[in-house]
């Protein structure tokens, strides 16, 4: 594939966008760019200062301020904030949730726009979140949107958090993530719903490699 390609997944939290983002780019040898990482990223700058992830006159004023980049390492981009990498910080329920908050302003959804699309302009890339095909990448060749049962990704995300030696009880992640749902559903600018012409699958009882080598069925057959 000479031509700069370009591959939307979007859907929930939990519906295992990372996973399957990353093992395509490195199937095709395309750049992976978590896009989600961008907006926790924000929100981590925005702890640190000590605002509310609601305080939206603090956050649009400290925009200029944030020095956010995405460098690219073994074909993976990597989040830089102040120039230092940033860590499992930005995984957190806390750092969830001020993602989800930060996102909801158009300010910041416009600060880190023009990043996301020119880097996918150049290189022919894998693009996951919730809005990369209505509004990141509406031109991008393959739209993928992933579904799967509430209940089922919030044990994902319960175990994926436990790994990284977070101190959280299942019951709480799945309480987050319906609070997430709603406000990523439900925003007005940028809401989380599959673009017309996505192909939409269920994931709920497929492992990470079925995921996988169904989405790969589907590339293939649109690139084709």
Do not use: C, W
Not at 32 to 40: F, K, S, V, W
Not at 142 to 159: E, H, N, Q, S, W
């Amino acid at each position: 594939m000479s031509k700069i390609i370009n591959i939307a997944i979007d859907g929930p939290s939990g519906s295992g966008k990372s996973t399957l983002a990353s093992a395509i780019a490195k199937h095709y040898g395309f750049i992976y760019i978590d896009t989600g990482a961008l907006y926790r990223t924000v929100g981590l700058y925005i702890q640190r200062k000590g605002f509310a992830s609601d305080d939206v006159e603090n956050i649009v004023a400290a925009l200029p301020h944030i020095d956010i980049d995405m460098r690219l390492e073994g074909g993976k981009g990597v989040v830089t904030l102040d120039g230092v990498p940033v860590s499992d910080e930005i995984r957190t329920p806390k750092s969830s949730m001020y993602a989800s908050d930060v996102s909801k302003i158009p300010q910041v959804r416009a600060f880190l726009l023009d990043l996301q699309r020119d880097i996918a302009k150049r290189n022919s890339t894998v693009m996951d979140g919730r809005d990369i095909g209505t509004v990141i990448l509406p031109d991008a060749q393959v739209k993928l949107f992933l579904v799967a049962d509430d209940t089922v990704r919030a044990k994902r995300r319960y175990i994926e958090l436990l790994e990284k030696g977070q101190s959280v009880t299942e019951e709480e992640v799945l309480a987050d993530m319906r609070r997430r749902d709603k406000n990523d559903s439900g925003r007005e600018i940028a809401p989380a719903v599959a673009a017309e012409d996505a192909i939409l699958f269920d994931n709920s009882a497929l492992s990470p490699e079925e995921t996988f080598a169904k989405a790969k069925e589907i590339i293939d057959g649109v690139l084709a």
